[in-house]
């Protein structure tokens, strides 16, 4: 259940009475819902959340690939105002790192004010109205002031090289391909991080 509805949005949007509210958050991964859990804390409801894909957990749901795991200790990395005693390892892995998040936001009350598919494709600040205009693929919204949390690693990047005609299977480790079966397969991992480090 939301406190916004889709019908509302829809209707609103047709003309210049888009839906309003006093903070617009972009992107729920860590900084989206912390910020909306700040918010709430300190007794500010009209907020709304805009993430683009249909779940939460920004890096944590879209790194899929085997071995994907915190590169900190699991437990600085976590809310401080919600620690968690129960990481099942030092380095805790993806899966269990987006249960946390969700887990957390959902205690707090802020996964209903997520508006899932709602992709940022515009923000234009209008002085003549004191407001943000932000248009998304679920339609416009105003907002009097804008939180952008969609985080550095948002969008996978593969580098320029040189492959000399290679023609196997190519893909960025956060868009993992589940169904290139790679046992048996000479891979190679272009990059030294913290995910190639794992995926390792």
């Known amino acids: 259940m939301t406190w916004w509805s889709d019908d509302a949005v829809a209707e609103e949007g047709q003309g210049p009475g888009a839906p309003h ?9 860590f900084a989206g819902l912390g910020a909306a859990m700040a918010l709430r804390a300190a007794g500010r409801e009209d907020f709304v959340v805009l993430e683009r894909a249909e779940t939460v957990g920004g890096t944590w749901r879209d790194n899929t690939y085997p071995g994907v795991a915190c ?4 437990h600085l ?5 919600h620690p968690n005693p129960g990481w099942s390892r030092r380095f805790a892995p993806g ?11 959902a205690g ?5 004010r997520v508006v899932p598919g709602a992709e940022l494709l515009d923000a234009r600040w209008d002085a003549a109205a004191d407001c943000w205009r932000l248009a998304t693929t679920r339609g416009p919204w ?8 969609c985080g550095r690693l948002a969008e996978p990047r593969l580098p320029a090289v040189d492959l000399g ?3 196997g299977p190519i893909f960025h480790s956060a868009r993992w391909r589940h ?3 790679l046992a048996g397969r000479r891979v190679a991992v272009v990059g030294s991080g913290a995910s190639a480090v794992q995926l390792g």
């Open 21 to 29: 509210v006093d903070v617009a958050i972009v992107g729920a991964g």
């Open 142 to 149: 105003t907002a009097g002031a804008l939180v952008l949390a």
């Open 108 to 112: 707090e009350g802020v996964l209903d």
């Open 165 to 167: 005609g290679f023609r």
């Open 71 to 74: 590169d900190i200790p699991s």
């Open 179 to 181: 169904d290139v079966e």
């Open 95 to 105: 899966d269990e790192i987006r249960d946390y998040l969700e887990r957390t936001a």
């Open 77 to 81: 990395y976590s809310y401080a105002e």
